[in-house]
């Protein structure tokens, strides 16, 4: 009997578009960071993101490695602080780097929307069934977006990655996710937009898995083949339907339709 629905958020409930490469970036925090006394030029605070958040996950000794956006301008900062910066209030010291963080994504972020049907779909689970998040990312960037998205509300349990330190599909985030529904893997559903994180990574924890093939994430079956094949989100509910009929077994010529 299937009591719950697990959903990958970026890429499967919404469409979310950022460039962490693009230069305005660098240079509105170059700016910032000049009034707290921290002088940077835009190339030299790229450089030392890229390095800090390359080595932060080398160092961390997980399969599957998450960073940390906020240590990782609180790293900068700390390195980087004058004797104006150390004056600073406490206060703003310690808000200083989520400040940092909220603007890095505010700027590299050009669209945030959901997929057509994503809240019809989920009024219409919503009544019969538990529904969680589970999504690789920062939580000082997710769960904002989750509220601008207009999701609030519809997840009783949201984990996201940077809280735990690695990342999808790492089996432990699907353990962790379940104990917080109270279910068992066989009486859930996985709903995301990556073979290889989200399919295989469900898959293995045990869990059926519906595959969205949206315009992001990898589409290659990467050893795992889901156990129905939506391309447009409202296809969800007859995913559902399908795979509480039949226990999660899936003739070929009945997944998706295209």
């Known amino acids: 009997m299937i009591r719950g629905l697990i959903f990958d958020i970026n890429g499967t ?62 790293e900068i900062i700390g390195e980087c602080a004058s004797s104006y910066t150390k004056k600073l209030p406490s206060a703003k010291l310690r808000l200083l780097p989520g400040i940092c963080a909220e603007i890095f994504r505010a700027v590299s972020r050009f669209r945030l929307e959901l997929y057509p049907g994503v809240l019809a779909t989920l009024n219409a689970l919503k009544p019969k069934y538990r529904l969680a998040a589970l999504s690789d990312g920062q939580s000082v960037w997710g769960l904002p977006e989750l509220y601008s998205a207009g999701l609030n509300g519809y997840f009783d349990s949201v984990l996201i990655s940077s809280d735990f330190g690695y990342r999808k599909p790492d089996p432990r985030l699907f353990a962790l996710i379940l104990e917080k529904m109270g279910l068992t893997a066989t009486e859930v559903i996985f709903i995301g937009n990556d073979m290889y994180r989200d399919v295989f990574g469900a898959k293995t924890a045990g869990l059926k898995t519906v595959f969205f093939k949206s315009n992001q994430g990898d589409q290659r079956s990467r050893g795992a083949e889901a156990d129905y094949i939506i391309y447009d989100f409202p296809e969800l509910l007859e995913a559902v339907r399908f795979l509480e009929a039949t226990g999660g077994t899936v003739a070929e010529d009945t997944v998706g339709t295209t």
Do not use: C, M, W
């Not at 996950?57 to 240590?71: I, L």
């Open 13 to 74: 409930t919404t469409d979310i578009l950022t460039n962490e490469g693009h230069d305005e970036i660098y240079r509105a925090l170059a700016n910032f960071l000049a009034y707290q006394g921290i002088a940077l030029r835009p190339d030299e605070l790229r450089e030392l993101y890229f390095a800090t958040n390359k080595r932060q996950r080398r160092e961390s000794g997980q399969e599957f490695p998450e960073f940390d956006v906020v240590a990782i301008f609180r």
